[in-house]
């Protein structure tokens, strides 16, 4: 079993920089991700981290401007928004895979953290 707890959301202005942290506890040894969802819209895929930190992936829409990186002696997953656009207001939510790779969809996901709130303002 894995519990992710994620925090660091909050309003912010356009052009605004947020970090967000989800700390794990059980077994830990997995490639984490990142995913949004805003109101009326499907879960989507913001960015994932392999489990040795090493390798990355990001949604085009947050390439450049989003950065996914873990410290696994904390067993700790970040995600660095800058560069904040209202596009980007939404619930976010890191997750767990078992899966090879660092997958990009929900459904490869084992386990899910409450999530946290961003609002970005115009």
């Known amino acids: 079993q894995v519990q992710l707890v994620e925090s660091g959301g909050g309003l912010v202005q356009a052009g605004g920089s947020l970090r967000l942290s989800c700390a794990a506890s059980g077994r830990t040894s997995y490639a984490m991700g990142w995913f949004r969802q805003a109101p009326g819209k499907e879960r989507e895929f913001v960015a994932a981290?392999?489990?040795?930190?090493?390798?990355?992936n990001y949604a085009d829409s947050v390439k450049g401007r989003f950065t996914i990186s873990r410290d696994n002696a904390k067993n700790t997953v970040y995600l660095q928004m800058n560069s904040l656009k209202p596009e980007d207001t939404a619930v976010y939510s890191c997750?767990?895979?078992?899966?090879?790779?660092?997958?990009?969809?929900?459904?490869?996901?084992?386990?899910w953290g409450q999530g946290t709130q961003v609002t970005v303002s115009s």
């Open positions: 997750a767990a895979s078992a899966r090879i790779g660092i997958p990009r969809i929900p459904l490869s996901y084992d386990y």
């Open positions: 981290v392999s489990r040795s930190g090493g390798s990355t």
